[in-house]
């Protein structure tokens, strides 16, 4: 069942705590940029894509490739939400004989579609998955998740030539645009310029939005949806960090170490997010009585 836009914000958060859970054991891991891409997960499991738990290889199903792989905690967040594998795995992120390894193992986990990590790949294996959808005359959806200092890649300019050539309008991609990579603001490694207007100038449909407000990532995708005949992409202009109080405004927050304190500090925070949305869903519901 689809969820509404009050509950995909409580899912948005919910992921951002089952990300910090699958991490916690470690004390480590990728933090910056899985909380960033949270309302964007949340749109995709919670009310757009068309995924099967108890039969993740359903051959009918929307994909979605996170190629800015090492992502992984927030992909596992929510694919366990969902129901891809118990919550409890996600307490084994990284470790030993785990199904939840650091980068995206489609050999691995339940419901990743492409193994990821090696930064810029995975935007030509999700054409790839694209285009041979098409030739399987299925009507699926492609989803990619691009990180905003990955595309200083050249595969991806190459991947999107190919892309507008065959007529990919089944494939809708994403930029996470944080502004920052690994070292540094993208700004000061390697100037992106504008997105859009590359991607344009390459013959796709695309957009900007705020990408951690779940209204316009919907709004963004429907109006994907509706242009035929050509590949789409939407940037997101996002924080990273965003929603976890020791990596929020910090500049080198890609991977981060943390203390078990400063977990149990932001899960109470992301709790009490939860709780206000649901207390200011239940005074907007005695408002319309």
Known sequence: MKKNKTELKIFAEQIRKATLQGLSKIGAGHVGGSMSMAELMAVLYGGVMHVDPSNPKWEARDKLVVSKGHCGPAVYGALALTGFFPMEELYTVNQPKTRLPSHCDMNKTPGVDMTTGSLAQGMSTALGLAWGDRYQKRENYVY??????????????????????????????????????????????????????????????????????????????????????????????????????????????????????????????????????????????????
């Open 144 to 289: 990619l998740i691009l990180g905003d200092g990955e595309i200083q890649e050249g595969q991806v300019w190459e991947a999107a030539l190919f892309a507008y050539h065959q007529k990919l309008d089944h494939v809708i991609a994403f930029v996470d645009c944080n502004g920052k990579q690994l070292d540094g603001y993208t700004k000061d490694v390697c100037d992106l310029g504008a997105i859009d207007k590359k991607f344009d100038a390459f013959g796709w449909n695309t957009q900007v939005c705020n990408g951690n407000d779940i209204s316009e990532i919907l709004d963004a995708i429907d109006r994907a949806k509706a242009v035929k005949g050509v590949p789409h992409l939407i940037i997101l202009e996002t924080e990273k960090g965003l929603g976890c109080t020791f990596t929020e405004g910090i500049l080198y927050n890609h991977h981060v170490v943390f203390t078990q304190k400063q977990y149990e500090e932001a899960i109470a925070e992301i709790d009490k997010r939860i709780e206000k949305i649901k207390v200011d869903m239940r005074s907007e519901r005695n408002d319309q009585k």
